[in-house]
């Protein structure tokens, strides 16, 4: 459990960093998921109202979907950036770091994209197998940002690099991403008001609990990197 703690004690420690790190991204996901909430869709709308009200808003929805993407996707290689130098203690601002990530965006978008598939398909073959790619596969945007593989060459490396950690990052992982899924349950059977409020706090806790498992990758490429 040492990896749980010293990632949560990072994270604790540059708090306010990386929460200006993650706050476009925040940002855009709270006013993304509150659009489309707003529009009030039901089961009793028909196709062509819905068409009809989708047609109406395309164009702020197409912008806030670009933005969601190219912001979240940026974040997953700006945040190495972030702990690379918060590690080494000469860090760029929040924002240099996020662009960083944003420069590299096609191949971090097709490594998390491949990434995503991967665990999506694990994660419907009972909810472990999703986790555990996750975690075997999470180092590919290190590889990306910090030795220029392709996509599919950090996906490669990821899995080869996490052989002999397997169990013990299919445990963290499972820890922090099951806080989030254990929150969504909560949410959807408690009968939860699903406004603004639990936006704002359903996206802090994913981002919080987010960060300490990018950090538990990064910690991991580091201790690998000083064995090769």
Avoid at 43 to 54: C, F, Q
Avoid at 174 to 182: A, C, D, S
Avoid at 186 to 195: P, R
Wanted: glycine share 10%; proline share 3%; with cysteine.
């Amino acid at each position: 459990m040492q990896q749980f703690y010293s990632s949560i004690s990072f994270c604790a420690r540059h708090a306010g960093y990386l929460f200006i790190l993650c706050l476009p991204v925040m940002t855009v996901e709270i006013a993304l998921a509150y659009f489309v909430m707003s529009l009030g869709f039901d089961s009793n709308m028909s196709d062509s109202a819905s068409l009809e009200v989708l047609s109406s808003i395309s164009g702020q929805l197409f912008i806030l979907v670009v933005m969601s993407l190219i912001l979240s996707v940026g974040l997953s290689g700006g945040s190495m950036i972030a702990f690379k130098g918060l590690t080494l203690s000469n860090a760029l601002s929040p924002y240099q770091a996020l662009f960083e990530g944003i420069k590299k965006f096609f191949p971090l978008l097709l490594g998390n994209l491949l990434h995503s598939l991967a665990y999506g398909i694990g994660f419907i073959m009972l909810i472990f197998p999703g986790f555990f790619l996750y975690g075997r596969l999470g180092l590919f945007p290190l590889y990306i940002m910090f030795e220029n593989k392709t996509a599919v060459d950090a996906l490669g490396e990821s899995w080869q690099a996490t052989d002999e950690f397997g169990m013990k990052l299919f445990v963290l992982t499972t820890v922090f991403m099951g806080i989030q899924v254990i929150f969504g349950i909560l949410a959807s059977f408690g009968g939860i008001d699903t406004g603004i409020g639990y936006l704002v706090l359903a996206t802090l806790l994913k981002y919080a609990t987010t960060m300490p498992l990018f950090y538990l990758f990064f910690s991991l490429y580091q201790s690998v990197q000083r064995t090769n």
